[in-house]
Nanobody, 123 residues
Framework: QVQLVESGGGLVQAGGSLRLSCAAS????????MGWFRQAPGKEREFIAA????????YYADSVKGRFTISRDNAKNTAYVQMNSLKSEDTAVYYC????????????????WGQGTQVTVSS
């Protein structure tokens, strides 16, 4: 199995940037796709971005397209999401997830989850 730990969250002003990291450990020798999701209070978990094992395929939610960039460094077993032009509506707990299957846009597409990191954007 794979263990995931997110970091990089915090408080930022609107228009600012943050980079979240997701470090994987465990059975990282197997190829796995990774995704980022977020969940605001009282809302369902929302897809943000996903990336294939090779990094050659990336997918984004319309709400973050052009502002967020997902990437990964397999040598470091780490995935990233660079978040620019942050808005107050980006405030949420951000989760990374991994799957040995195909890249997906839904929480049920992923089997392994991190504990989440809080991102708060002040207006």
């Amino acid at each position: 199995q794979v263990q995931l730990v997110e970091s990089g969250g915090g408080l930022v002003q609107a228009g600012g940037s943050l980079r979240l990291s997701c470090a994987a450990s465990g059975r990282t020798s197997n190829r796995y796709a990774m995704g980022w999701f977020r969940q605001a209070p009282g809302k369902e978990r929302e897809f943000i971005a996903a990336i294939s094992w090779s990094g050659g395929s990336t997918y984004y939610a319309d709400s973050v397209k052009g502002r967020f960039t997902i990437s990964r460094d397999n040598a470091k077993n780490t995935a990233y999401v660079q978040m620019n032009s942050l808005k107050s509506e980006d405030t949420a707990v951000y989760y990374c997830a991994a799957t040995y299957g195909q890249v997906g846009r839904w929480p049920h597409d992923y089997y392994y989850w991190g504990q989440g990191t809080q991102v708060t954007v002040s207006s």
